[in-house]
């Protein structure tokens, strides 16, 4: 079978190459602690499950959702974002569902590049970027994002010949792998940037309600004038362990959310409408639920923090995200040494090049195993001599 260039250019998914090499490390006996891929392991919780229980019932719900939402939903989450953003959306016009965040993020690079342009991605960052900047046939330019400037974007490190050529640019706060959060300063740069050269900002707040010490994330939206260049996207997965749902929504720019809209009206029917009814449920209840979970996350941040600096790494402890980012030992590449722990202590970790050139040198811990896995990690990189020196 003759494959497209399209698919040819599309690298081999990152966590499919580590699922190998942590069934061989298994097959070897070795007990595995997954540090790996970030999906959430505590469960959906109980409120939204029986919110979904009672709307798959009900025969009204079973036929083809309206693409863009049912209404109650994007009243739902206009309504969460002006409780929890004070932030202002037309759910008929500035809000639309997704099939999860992940697709409207691929489907946003059809919508907004045409053949050649260039979408300006972090790197290290999200690697569905990079892949579906290529699937829509536009060009990747990537800005390096460092541990020196904070991860945020220079905007002035910018090549000025491509800002021409480009249409969008990704910015991703609390970032993924590295758990950066942005300041305000940094967002109010951004907006007169992306004015200035007529560029679609396409913010990915995944992460904007895992966050600690009660510092809120804050959505780009809050800011003065990001509705004439942006658009934001967002998901039920991380904030309500919903990851197998999918469910999230595009928001912001109207004309942005509309034509985004207008290539899913022809690629999918939306999201299943009892999903919708449960994701409603979730808004209602979002408050006590993400303290409750954020003293979770917070209380394995700091055993993994403080675990590791007892090791030799000197890491400030991220406000944001359930991602510790953390640079690889002095002799070891980041591949080097992700394989040297699995191989040696069972612990599976993310080579920090799999998120772009940018993250060669370092590595990526997801917090999103229990206290005790934590604690018995920390024992196994100790035990193994594994340190920062
Ligand atoms: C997990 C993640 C997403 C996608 O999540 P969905 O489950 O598709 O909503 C998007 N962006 C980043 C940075 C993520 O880490």
Same mark, same amino acid.
């Given at each position: 079978?003759?494959?497209?260039?399209?698919?040819?250019?599309?690298?081999?998914?990152?966590?499919?190459?580590?699922?190998?090499?942590?069934?061989?490390?298994?097959?070897?006996?070795?007990?595995?602690?997954?540090?790996?891929?970030?999906?959430?392991?505590?469960? #959906?919780?109980?409120?939204?499950?029986?919110?979904?229980?009672?709307?798959?019932?009900?025969?009204?719900?079973?036929?083809?959702?309206?693409?863009?939402?049912?209404?109650?939903?994007?009243?739902?989450?206009?309504?969460?974002?002006?409780?929890?953003?004070?932030?202002?959306?037309?759910?008929?016009?500035?809000?639309?569902?997704?099939?999860?965040?992940?697709?409207?993020?691929?489907?946003?690079?059809?919508?907004?590049?045409?053949?050649?342009?260039?979408?300006?991605?972090?790197?290290?960052?999200?690697?569905?970027?990079?892949?579906?900047?290529?699937?829509?046939?536009?060009?990747?330019?990537?800005?390096?994002?460092?541990?020196?400037?904070?991860?945020?974007? $220079?905007?002035?490190?910018?090549?000025?010949?491509?800002?021409?050529?480009?249409?969008?640019?990704?910015?991703?706060?609390?970032?993924?792998?590295?758990?950066?959060?942005?300041?305000?300063?940094?967002?109010?740069?951004?907006?007169?940037?992306?004015?200035?050269?007529?560029?679609?900002?396409?913010?990915?707040?995944?992460?904007?309600?895992?966050?600690?010490?009660?510092?809120?994330?804050?959505?780009?939206?809050?800011?003065?004038?990001?509705?004439?260049?942006?658009?934001?996207?967002?998901?039920?997965?991380?904030?309500?362990?919903?990851?197998?749902?999918?469910?999230?929504?595009?928001?912001?720019?109207? $004309?942005?959310? $509309?034509?985004?809209?207008?290539?899913?009206?022809?690629?999918?029917?939306?999201?299943?409408?009892?999903?919708?009814?449960?994701?409603?449920?979730?808004?209602?209840?979002?408050?006590?639920?993400?303290?409750?979970?954020?003293?979770?996350?917070?209380?394995?941040?700091?055993?993994?923090?403080?675990?590791?600096?007892?090791? %030799?790494?000197?890491?400030?402890?991220?406000?944001?995200?359930?991602?510790?980012?953390?640079?690889?030992?002095?002799?070891?590449?980041?591949?080097?040494?992700?394989?040297?722990?699995?191989?040696? #202590?069972?612990?599976?970790?993310?080579?920090?090049?799999?998120? %772009?050139?940018?993250?060669?040198?370092?590595?990526?811990?997801?917090?999103?195993? $229990?206290?005790?896995?934590?604690?018995?990690?920390?024992?196994?990189?100790?035990?193994?001599?594994?340190?920062?020196?």
């Amino acid at each position: 079978m003759k494959m497209t260039k399209r698919i040819e250019q599309i690298p081999p998914y990152l966590f499919a190459e580590i699922d190998k090499k942590k069934a061989q490390a298994a097959a070897k006996g070795l007990d595995i602690i997954n540090l790996g891929i970030g999906d959430p392991d505590l469960p #959906t919780p109980d409120y939204i499950i029986d919110a979904m229980a009672a709307a798959i019932r009900d025969p009204k719900n079973h036929d083809y959702p309206p693409y863009e939402g049912i209404a109650e939903y994007r009243k739902a989450v206009a309504k969460w974002y002006e409780t929890r953003f004070n932030v202002t959306l037309d759910p008929d016009k500035e809000v639309i569902s997704l099939i999860g965040s992940k697709e409207g993020i691929a489907h946003a690079f059809l919508t907004f590049l045409d053949p050649g342009d260039v979408a300006i991605l972090p790197d290290p960052g999200y690697p569905a970027y990079h892949v579906n900047t290529l699937i829509a046939g536009g060009v990747p330019y990537s800005v390096p994002v460092t541990e020196e400037n904070n991860y945020e974007v $220079q905007f002035d490190q910018i090549d000025p010949n491509i800002l021409d050529r480009a249409n969008i640019i990704f910015l991703n706060y609390p970032g993924n792998p590295t758990g950066a959060t942005a300041s305000d300063s940094f967002f109010e740069r951004a907006i007169a940037w992306a004015k200035r050269h007529n560029i679609l900002i396409c913010m990915d707040n995944a992460y904007s309600e895992v966050y600690y010490d009660g510092q809120k994330p804050r959505s780009i939206l809050e800011f003065p004038g990001a509705k004439e260049v942006a658009i934001e996207f967002h998901t039920l997965s991380k904030t309500f362990n919903m990851t197998g749902w999918r469910l999230g929504m595009a928001v912001g720019n109207a $004309q942005a959310v $509309q034509a985004l809209g207008k290539i899913k009206t022809n690629m999918d029917s939306g999201v299943f409408k009892a999903i919708q009814w449960a994701g409603i449920k979730a808004f209602e209840h979002y408050e006590s639920f993400v303290n409750t979970q954020n003293a979770i996350y917070q209380r394995r941040r700091d055993i993994i923090v403080d675990g590791l600096n007892t090791l %030799g790494w000197t890491l400030a402890k991220p406000k944001a995200s359930f991602y510790i980012w953390a640079k690889v030992p002095a002799g070891y590449t980041s591949e080097s040494f992700t394989v040297h722990v699995l191989e040696t #202590t069972g612990i599976l970790i993310v080579p920090g090049n799999g998120y %772009g050139p940018g993250g060669e040198g370092y590595f990526r811990i997801s917090i999103t195993s $229990q206290e005790d896995r934590l604690v018995e990690a920390i024992a196994r990189l100790k035990s193994n001599n594994i340190r920062f020196a």
